[in-house]
Nanobody, 115 residues
Framework: QVQLVESGGGLVQPGGSLKLSCSAS????????MGWYRQAPGKGREFVAAITSGGITNYADSVKGRFTISRDNAKYTVSLQMDSLKPEDTAVYYC?????????WGQGTQVTVSS
């Protein structure tokens, strides 16, 4: 079992920045991959970014060059730095942990990009 708690969401103007954090209840050494997904109103959940236990990162095309995923192994925390935010980035953002063969989800944090 892995418990995940997201934080850092909020309201930001277009072009602004936000940093999301996800705290895990166990060491990353036992987690294959940590990721961020999002779900906008009326749409399905979509992949945003991920980082493997080996430190390999992967991003959705829509956020490449604007978002950065990182991790703090000592604090069991994964962060998502979001820059140059656009209104279309508005969504509930979910943290996710893959511990083969199981997947765990956080409760989500709302990000709203609006002027």
């Amino acid at each position: 079992q892995v418990q995940l708690v997201e934080s850092g969401g909020g309201l930001v103007q277009p072009g602004g920045s936000l940093k999301l954090s996800c705290s895990a209840s166990r060491s990353f050494s036992s987690i294959n991959r940590m990721g961020w997904y999002r779900q906008a109103p009326g749409k399905g959940r979509e992949f945003v970014a991920a980082i493997t236990s080996g430190g390999i990162t992967n991003y959705a095309d829509s956020v490449k060059g604007r978002f950065t995923i990182s991790r703090d192994n000592a604090k069991y925390t994964v962060s998502l730095q979001m820059d140059s935010l656009k209104p279309e980035d508005t969504a509930v953002y979910y943290c996710n942990a893959l511990v083969v063969p199981s997947i765990y989800w956080g409760q989500g944090t709302q990000v709203t990009v609006s002027s």
